[in-house]
């Protein structure tokens, strides 16, 4: 039992930071705290990408002179991808709040409905 | 030891920091904590050996989106979230289910750090005893990203000028400075 | 922020190292952690730390936003080219062995290649991205 939790703490800690940034899009309504508790989302998912990926004893997988271990570089690549295109999603995110703003006058998700249900 | 330690404090500074994202209703403190998620993530990627992957969120978590966030927050000119007018019941609910789904389906995965779990063994010693020879580059990473899989980088970057592109249709219009001025819409 | 002296002193002082920094990190990819991303995201936020304190009819002025743009397809041009021209040297689409006579040098050259096609487009868009933000305001 107490070597299943020391094995997998890191895993179930990332699972709760996972959860309170779905916590966040799902309850608040202020479209840019959605956006904020989206990235924490993304941000936990790559963090148990990279635990995956961790080998103990090694190290950064740049071949040197004096290290046989290495950390697996194949989460890294495709966790290099996905940042960036979370950062592209972001902006363009925000962008449209941007827009929202002018058109509703208000962020706020229930005024937007209200406004929408009212025409 | 050291690093179960360092390990143990950043991911516990991380969870304190997605709790308070989640209670505080001044937008600007939010942006700031949000950075702050970010810089302490990065720590924990070079704790656990991704020095690449470090870097990039450093720099794009803690700079990038940071200053773009800010710049929205001063268009959209509302620092105060409103007080939530429904029950948090339904959502925690489906919260807590979730978080135990993934949690039960952990008990499968191999533990933290095993060098002979599944991912370790197929493609990963094939890369790190062949980059040098195939490519000569030193950085595995560098030689994954830009030579064994070049074609997936390519579409990368097709995604962030497509990303440009749709920002620049939805807010780039011509400023009201010049004298010629075009229709956005 | 212009009348803060630190400020003024700070950005227009640190603004070549930030350059440089970007630079090492983009051509030293190979040999340490770095590549042409975060070289990229780099240079941009030392263009928009300028912006910040100097304001954007400044900054517009030492980079005006045409410019902006064509450097951005330049980068996904350079990249999808250098996979063309493979193909006319006779290998697949982005074959970095056909590039040279040797096999180990092609691959070198084709690696620099398009690390710097990425590390363009990817500073050009972030920049247009943060002159589109600040610009909102000044709009109808």
């Known amino acids: ?119 | 030891m050291i690093d179960t330690l360092i390990d143990i404090t950043l991911l516990a500074f991380l969870t304190i920091t997605a709790i308070a994202i989640i209670k505080m209703r001044d937008l600007f403190v939010v942006i700031m904590l949000f950075s702050i998620f970010s810089l302490h993530s990065a720590g924990l990627f070079v704790v656990m050996d991704a020095a690449d992957v470090a870097f990039t969120e450093a720099a794009v978590g803690a700079g990038i989106s940071t200053v773009l966030m800010l710049a929205t927050l001063a268009l959209t000119k509302d620092h105060n979230e409103k007080r939530p007018a429904h029950h948090a019941r339904i959502p925690m609910l489906v919260v807590l289910i979730t978080g135990g789904a993934l949690v039960y389906g952990t008990y499968d995965i191999p533990s933290f750090g095993d060098p002979h779990s599944p991912a370790q063994e197929h493609v990963k010693p094939y890369y790190i005893e062949h980059s040098i020879e195939d490519t000569g580059v030193p950085n595995t990473v560098t030689a994954v990203l830009a030579s064994y899989r070049g074609y997936d980088t390519l579409g990368e970057v097709t995604v962030i000028f497509t990303a440009g592109i749709g920002v620049m249709l939805l807010i780039g219009g011509r400023i009201k400075r010049k004298h010629k001025q075009e229709d956005d819409s | ?140």
């Open chain 3, 1 to 140: 922020m212009k009348h803060n002296l630190i400020l003024r002193f700070i950005a227009k002082y640190f603004f070549p190292v930030i350059a440089l920094f970007a630079l090492y990190v983009q051509f030293h990819g190979d040999y340490g952690p770095g590549g042409g991303f975060q070289a990229g995201v780099i240079l941009s936020v030392a263009f928009i730390f300028y912006a910040l304190v100097f304001g954007m009819k400044t900054t517009e002025q030492v980079l005006p936003f045409g410019v902006l743009r064509i450097l951005a397809s330049t980068g996904v041009l350079i990249y999808a080219g250098t996979g063309v021209v493979t193909m006319l040297m006779g290998g697949n689409f982005l074959d970095y062995d056909t590039l040279s006579l040797h096999p180990l040098q092609g691959q070198h050259i084709g690696i620099i290649v398009i690390e710097l096609g990425v590390g363009i487009t990817v500073s050009a868009v972030m920049l247009m991205i943060f002159y589109a933000f600040a610009n909102r305001e000044n709009h109808d």
């Open chain 1, 1 to 119: 039992m107490i070597d299943i939790i020391i094995g997998h703490y890191n895993y179930w800690i990332v699972i709760l930071l996972m959860m309170a940034g779905f916590y966040t899009v799902i309850n608040r309504g202020n479209l840019i705290k959605k956006i904020a508790g989206l990235n924490i989302f993304q941000t936990s998912v790559f963090l148990l990408y990279i635990s995956i990926g961790y080998v103990e004893g090694g190290t950064t997988p740049i071949i040197a002179d004096g290290f046989t271990i290495y950390s697996n570089p194949l989460p890294h690549v495709l966790i290099l991808t996905a940042i960036v295109v979370g950062v592209s999603t972001t902006a363009l995110g925000l962008a449209l709040v941007v827009r929202i703003k002018e058109a509703y006058g208000t962020i706020e998700e229930d005024e937007i409905h209200d406004q929408d249900m009212s025409l």
